[in-house]
């Protein structure tokens, strides 16, 4: 971060970055709990991570009211200008990841005890792990502005789209394989959608963090290859 003549203004974006921190933090925290409450059926753990949501939520309000404090009192130019609006993105795709988390969570709450096919969560969890790493690589290169591990992040979202065709044809199998797992399986084809979102939102502040130190966007259409990667794991059928 650039260092200003005026110290107030390094304390603003300072402030700022602690925020994005806290809210990765959290947001990282609430992927793996979510996951964690799916596959183990924790009702408390579910709803733990439901509860963090709202501290995420005012986390992005606080950030996005510092943001406009700070451009209507210093009227920052360039690379400071992008600071601030890349906090202002980077702290709404987390508050969505959050949002996503906790759809995870409540849909295991509705879940509940019912009929489990235990094998059917090892895809999802192989996915969620993947987007954990995700989510974890992007926030560090947010922290050090590193470009090319911000790109990495970028690329790397098609492994998480094939994974999700992968899980998709796994669950579908276990619904033709009985249909008392229709139910079980179709909740969990929900939670693959949802840690495909997050997968997204990891790749929305690796541009953010591209912008934010060239000044420049990645291309519009992000790298596509469903098919180039392996995505064989315990338990993901593959066809």
């Given at each position: 971060m650039v260092d200003h003549i005026v110290r107030s203004y390094d304390k603003d974006l300072d402030t700022l970055e602690r925020r994005i921190a806290e809210m990765g933090g959290i947001a990282e925290k609430m992927v793996i709990e979510a996951m964690d409450a799916l596959s183990q059926a924790d009702v408390a753990l579910a709803n733990q991570v439901v509860a963090s949501d709202a501290r995420l939520d005012a986390l992005q309000r606080e950030i996005e009211e510092q943001a406009i404090l700070t451009i209507a009192r210093r009227q920052p130019m360039a690379i400071d200008l992008r600071e601030i609006v890349g906090a202002i993105r980077v702290a709404g795709d987390l508050e969505r990841v959050g949002d996503l988390a906790k759809n995870i969570s409540k849909r295991s709450l509705k879940i509940g005890l019912e009929a489990r096919v235990p094998r059917a969560i090892v895809g999802l969890?192989?996915?969620?792990?993947?987007?954990?790493?995700?989510?974890?690589?992007?926030?560090?290169?947010?922290?050090?502005?590193?470009?090319?591990?911000?790109?990495?992040?970028?690329?790397?979202?098609?492994?998480?789209?094939?994974?999700?065709?992968?899980?998709?044809?796994?669950?579908?199998?276990?619904?033709?394989?009985?249909?008392?797992?229709?139910?079980?399986?179709?909740?969990?084809?929900?939670?693959?959608?949802?840690?495909?979102?997050?997968?997204?939102?990891?790749?929305?502040?690796?541009?953010?963090?591209?912008?934010?130190?060239?000044?420049?966007?990645?291309?519009?259409?992000?790298?596509?290859?469903?098919?180039?990667?392996?995505?064989?794991?315990?338990?993901?059928?593959?066809?």
């Open positions: 969890r192989h996915m969620n792990d993947v987007a954990t790493e995700l989510m974890k690589d992007v926030l560090d290169a947010y922290a050090q502005r590193d470009v090319e591990r911000a790109r990495a992040v970028w690329e790397r979202d098609a492994e998480l789209d094939a994974l999700e065709d992968s899980v998709f044809r796994d669950l579908l199998t276990h619904m033709m394989e009985d249909p008392r797992n229709i139910s079980f399986c179709t909740h969990l084809l929900f939670c693959s959608k949802n840690v495909e979102r997050i997968g997204d939102h990891a790749t929305n502040i690796a541009e953010t963090v591209f912008y934010l130190v060239t000044g420049e966007t990645l291309p519009a259409e992000r790298p596509k290859g469903r098919q180039d990667y392996d995505i064989t794991a315990p338990g993901i059928v593959n066809s």
